[in-house]
Structure formats: structure tokens, C-alpha cells
T-cell receptor
Framework: GDSVTQMEGPVTLSEEAFLTINCTYT??????LFWYVQYPGEGLQLLLK?????DKGSNKGFEATYRKETTSFHLEKGSVQVSDSAVYFC???????????FGSGTRLQVQP | AAGVIQSPRHLIKEKRETATLKCYPI?????VYWYQQGPGQDPQFLIS???????DKGSIPDRFSAQQFSDYHSELNMSSLELGDSALYFC???????????????FGPGTRLTVL
């Protein structure tokens, strides 16, 4: 079955540092890929998405490129802020009305 | 913009009791998904509905059931509650595929269920 693997956290960075959270997937066909963010005590918010190979999703300074050759969708941000502290989930969805398959989540802690 | 609404936001039950969680999708969304997120875990898919019919089934226990009504809202019914059912339960909705080429799901704030 489909699966998503994320780097383990927590990831602790200083403000303005560069962020990379690795995500790789195993899936048949051509799934859509997503990054969701969960702030403390809140629900899941879609951060960015990509629906086909070489697509780059971007939002709020975060970027991720759909790499089919390496089955990866790594999340990057050039300069993190304290307000970016949250748990980040990589997820995929197959075509059709299919459920999301989530990775285990990576907690990001940004220190002032 | 309207978002997914879930009620109640918090629920405390005793073991062996029953609970009903409600989800109101974004207007015109016809697909509803239920997920369970245990403490420190990733969300696990339970069940989904499209046009009031069950469309996919995940790791939903037999003690749980769900349905989608004519107004597209959905209810998750949980019986014989166990301590391990304590979790955050998310509902998500998605747009008709004819209008969207990918399955972007919009999540509600969740219902936190505590079983004592």
C-alpha cells in the first residue's frame, strides 16, 4: 500500500535559519502530494500542494518540489520564524476520492 | 470563507458509553472524510462518504459507524467506548472532482474525545 516517510523530529532551529524537512513516498501511479501544518491545539491546515511531477508548491515562504525520480517532496524555507513552530505532515492522495495517507509528522521548534 | 465545522469541540465520556460527533462540510463539498489522531501520532483514516454513500473504509473499529445525510453533513457514532478511543477526531471535506483535478481536503478543527 501507499506510505509516506518523514524525517524524525524534533527539528530545532534558530530564527532565520534554513529549513529542510525530508519526505519520501511509496505509491502506485501519480499521487498528489501535500504538506499540512498543525499548530499547537489546532487542526490541520494545508500549507502547499503539488499534483504532478516537477510541480513546485509554495506558500508563506515554504516550497516543495514533486520529484518523481526520487519519490520525494521535501519541504524547504529559506528563513524560519518563531511563528513557524508547529508539526508538519507530508501526505499523499491517489486519484479519485481517496483518503490522505500521512507521514508521521515532524515537529519544528524555532528559537529566537 | 466558510470552513468545515465540527461539533462538539470537546467531549468527555466514560468507558462503555456512546458518543456522536458531527461534521458540517464546506458548502458544495460532497465528500466527507473522518480521521483519528491519537496523542503524538499522525492522523489515521477511518471512513469517507461521497453523495451519502460510503466511498472508502480505513481502520474504523466495528464499534464505530458513520453516515452522511441529505444535507451532506456527517455523523460518527461511537459505542462501547474504550480508553484507547481518546483522540482528536478530524473531519475533512473535498470539492467535487469535476471542479478539481486533485483531492484537496479541507480539515475541520477537530473534536477532542477523552474517555475516562
Amino acid at each position: 500500500g501507499d506510505s509516506v516517510t518523514q524525517m524524525e523530529g524534533p527539528v530545532t532551529l534558530s530564527e532565520e535559519a534554513f529549513l529542510t524537512i525530508n519526505c519520501t513516498y511509496t505509491a502506485t501511479g501519480y499521487p498528489s502530494l501535500f504538506w499540512y501544518v498543525q499548530y499547537p491545539g489546532e487542526g490541520l491546515q494545508l500549507l502547499l500542494k503539488a499534483t504532478k511531477a516537477d510541480d513546485k508548491g509554495s506558500n508563506k515562504g515554504f516550497e516543495a518540489t514533486y520529484r518523481k525520480e526520487t519519490t520525494s517532496f521535501h519541504l524547504e524555507k529559506g528563513s524560519v520564524q518563531v511563528s513557524d513552530s508547529a508539526v508538519y505532515f507530508c501526505a499523499l492522495s491517489q486519484e479519485g476520492r481517496r483518503a490522505l495517507t500521512f507521514g508521521s509528522g515532524t515537529r519544528l521548534q524555532v528559537q529566537p | 470563507a466558510a470552513g468545515v465545522i465540527q461539533s462538539p469541540r470537546h467531549l468527555i465520556k466514560e468507558k462503555r458509553e456512546t458518543a456522536t460527533l458531527k461534521c458540517y462540510p464546506i458548502p458544495r463539498h460532497d465528500t466527507v472524510y473522518w480521521y483519528q489522531q491519537g496523542p503524538g501520532q499522525d492522523p489515521q483514516f477511518l471512513i469517507s462518504f461521497y453523495e451519502k454513500m460510503q466511498s472508502d473504509k480505513g481502520s474504523i473499529p466495528d464499534r464505530f459507524s458513520a453516515q452522511q445525510f441529505s444535507d451532506y453533513h456527517s455523523e460518527l457514532n461511537m459505542s462501547s467506548l474504550e480508553l484507547g478511543d481518546s483522540a482528536l477526531y478530524f473531519c475533512a471535506s473535498s470539492l467535487r472532482l469535476a471542479l478539481s483535478s486533485y483531492n484537496e481536503q479541507f480539515f475541520g478543527p477537530g473534536t477532542r474525545l477523552t474517555v475516562l
